[in-house]
């Protein structure tokens, strides 16, 4: 059993929104920073959002004024909610937890094409 999984990707026009979601399990969600990365074929993982267990969050500016990161510790899970979406944001998303261990998710695929 996965502990982290996303959901919420799909293909969606230029400008819309989506809201993914990263469900954890076996893990102490409260006390993990988490955070939402994102990969094309051929390019590395880069970072687009963080959230600290004490609720600060840090975006890429690639992110800024469009995405919001939020965690819910009562349901173990982190949100990105994605608003404006540009083709350049189509990628694979991947869920991390990070505190002393890491822990990534398997990815939910963001296609933003007309």
């Known amino acids: 059993q996965e502990r982290l999984v996303e959901s919420g990707g799909g293909l969606v026009q230029p400008g819309g929104s989506l809201r993914l979601s990263c469900v954890s399990s076996?893990?102490?969600?409260?006390?993990?920073?988490m955070g939402w990365y994102r990969q094309v074929p051929g390019k590395q993982r880069e970072l687009v959002a963080t959230?600290?267990?004490?609720?600060?969050?840090n975006y890429a500016d690639s992110a800024k004024g469009r995405f919001t990161i939020s965690r819910d510790n009562a349901k173990n899970t982190v949100y990105l909610q994605m608003d404006n979406l540009k083709p350049e944001d189509t990628a694979v998303y991947y869920c991390?937890?990070?505190?002393?261990?890491?822990?990534w998710g398997q990815g939910t695929q963001v296609t933003v094409s007309s």
């Open positions: 991390k937890a990070e505190r002393i261990a890491v822990w």
């Open positions: 076996r893990i102490t969600f409260n006390v993990y920073n």
């Open positions: 959230v600290a267990a004490d609720g600060t969050a």
